[in-house]
């Protein structure tokens, strides 16, 4: 009978690898808007500068929150968990809390996969949602110094890519934001393999709890682990 174990543990590495760049893009996009972004940048309105706020009045983050919560969930609990699962499920004649363990490893595969679907979901239909937003320049140069621009509800990738039709007036500033916005959509279209990969673990995870399911009993009663 083919044992779908090899292959487990590789897509295993490859969901903890996957999970922690999602990781990495997020805590860099929430690093920089809680920096730099926060602050005001300058574009050109006519002959004079005009200061606009880095972040909007209505800024939606919601599946930022959804994403990296999927990506935690799926390195924690499905990767350091699913690596200690095995070991212990591995085992010559396994105890009940090894078991238990693996069968409770089994069950939030299943629940992580559903999260990263959400995730996947959700960012991507909130974030096309808000395609071709433009940021208006006569309206923004009206606003008090300080004050954060309030029409429409944008996505960080919608409100950085509106703020490079702007006419910046620091190169710096618009590497700067071309840089983070490569990083957003990075997360953003990272989800797609980071759900690949959960799927095809998942199944890999339960088609072993299966066959693990159907192995025989030993005919001798050998020491078995308390755990």
Known sequence: ??????????ALGLLM???IIELSFIS????????????????RYGNRGVNI?????NFITDQGHTSNGAAGTAFVIVGLGGIIA???RNRHNPGKFSRLFYNTWLVFNVLSLLLVLTALIYTFVVTNQHNGQNIIPGFAAQLKYGQKYPLES???Q??????????LTGDD???DIEKHLRIMRGWQYNLIPFFIIHLVETALALWDGMQRRREPMPMYAPTKHDV
Do not use: C, Q
């Open 158 to 167: 919608n409100w950085f890519a509106a703020m490079l039709d702007l006419d």
């Open 28 to 43: 860099a996009m929430v690093g920089w808007l809680h920096s730099t972004a926060r602050y005001t940048f300058v574009f």
């Open 154 to 156: 944008w996505t960080p």
């Open 17 to 19: 690898v996957v999970a």
């Open 1 to 10: 009978m083919i044992s779908p174990r090899p292959l487990l543990y590789v």
């Open 173 to 175: 500033e618009r590497s």
């Open 86 to 88: 095995l070991f212990l």
């Open 53 to 57: 706020k880095g972040e909007p009045a």
